[in-house]
């Protein structure tokens, strides 16, 4: 056996989201969020589950830093609460909010373990849907003066800021599918939410540099490794095609400045169509001090004439193993996205924002979780962290997804992807899974054995 070190500096840590985790969802002056109300109503998470309890983390955070501290955790991400500073969205303060957050903020800062805090992680308040969300271009302000409440209260003691988690999924999955709050499904909608968060997030940086923070913002950003079934030139196009639909939407605008044209042709109408103004894009492109990435799992494509989705046809391969989300376990699509990011946008650091698996957990006999698919995903996906930081990669820290057990959006309960499990039949009760303990393991050593 030998072992893999990663730099010293190397930062490991874990990931939440306020509506996966903290329940208390009407609790001490909490407005509404589109979660909320999208999880009330009926037929639209598994199970008719809702974020109304969750993980109790609203009770039980100081018991949840002590896991942290356990499993040794250098830094621990999280985000904050919209409706739980501004509970219409904008206006008044909910001072018992920020408290929360403060709190929180404090019980990491004396475990050592660093806060990176995600400004937006889905859960709008609903009063601001209510004027048109994220299709309506005025939420930008409102947006930027949140942030600005949270860059004063918590400059001095948060490490970094993330504005946005997943500007694709927001928009699309949120306004296209329509499988996510606020459930929208029209396209043109979804386009102009896209452009609307990033603006947002360009405008959130501007407002960052003006306060003179010392400390650090970026973004996060799903995205896949794409590749084609064969080597003809129309699968390897859907491969493209597919890659410019989730990534390139976010990542040229965010450091080149415009949409991929590619794709742009494709939308055609629907893009002309989009209220795009003179300065736009010159502020999304704000420089941005490092990117997250959320990492899961390739996309696999070949090219299908009728597909109604960019003429495009998913492939999963019979011989790959699939997580619980049916989501292929191929860590080398890790490794080629960092690779392909170094060279073609950015050598700015990168941070692994979320990298994690779902399997269907089970408490043993004994007591305990014994997660060892979860181990070998992780364990192949630091593999390819590695091998990429090898060969020049800024790679400077991993968060995995998640700390714990949480509300999986439409699946409800019903998937889990922590290294925490929840016993939600047994008032919640945390029991670190052995993927905790070999996790501990690797960031007391900043090594993995191989
Ligand atoms: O699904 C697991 C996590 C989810 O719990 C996080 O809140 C979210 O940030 C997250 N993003 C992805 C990857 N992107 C994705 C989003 C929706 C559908 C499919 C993939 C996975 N996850």
Known sequence: MSRLYFPKDFIWGSATAAYQIEGAYQEDGKGESIWDRFSHTPGKVA?????????????????????????????????????RILPKGKGEINQQGL????????????????PVVTLYHWDLPQALQEEGGWANREIV???????????????????????????????????????HAPGIKDQQVALQVAHNLLLSHGLAVKKFRELKLDNEIGITLNLISSYPISDNVEDNKAA??????????????????????????FYGEKFNNLDIREDDMGLIKEEIDFLGI????????????????LGIEGV??????????????????????LIKLNQEYTQKPLYITENG??????????????????????????????????????????????????FEWAYGYSKRFGITYIDYENNQRRILKDSAYWYKNIIVNNSLEV
């Open 47 to 83: 199970n008719g589950d809702t974020g109304d309890v969750a993980c109790d983390h609203y009770h039980r955070y100081k018991e949840d830093v002590e896991l942290m501290k356990e499993i040794g955790l250098d830094s621990y991400r999280f985000s904050i609460s919209w409706p």
């Open 99 to 114: 408290d929360f957050y403060r709190g929180l903020i404090n019980e990491l800062l004396k475990a050592g373990i660093k």
């Open 141 to 179: 302000k409102h947006f930027v003066n949140y942030a600005e409440i949270l860059f004063n209260e918590f400059g001095d003691v948060v490490s970094q800021w993330i504005t946005h988690n997943e500007p694709f999924v927001v928009a699309f999955n949120g306004h296209g599918s329509g499988d």
């Open 240 to 265: 493209k095609r597919m890659e410019d639909y989730i990534n390139g939407w976010f990542l040229e605008p965010l450091f080149k400045g415009r949409y991929p044209e590619r794709i742009v042709e």
């Open 294 to 309: 959320n990492y899961y799992s390739r996309s696999l494509v070949r090219y299908n004439k009728d597909s109604k989705f």
């Open 316 to 337: 999963k391969p019979q011989d790959s193993q699939y997580t619980a989300m049916d989501w292929e376990i191929y860590p080398k699509g890790l490794y080629d996205l």
């Open 357 to 406: 698996a779902a399997f269907d957990d089970k408490i043993s006999e004994g007591g305990g979780v014994h997660d060892q698919d979860r181990i070998d995903y992780l364990k192949a996906h630091f593999q390819s962290a590695y091998k990429a930081i090898q060969e020049g990669v800024a790679l400077k820290g991993y968060y995995v997804w998640s700390l714990m057990d949480n």
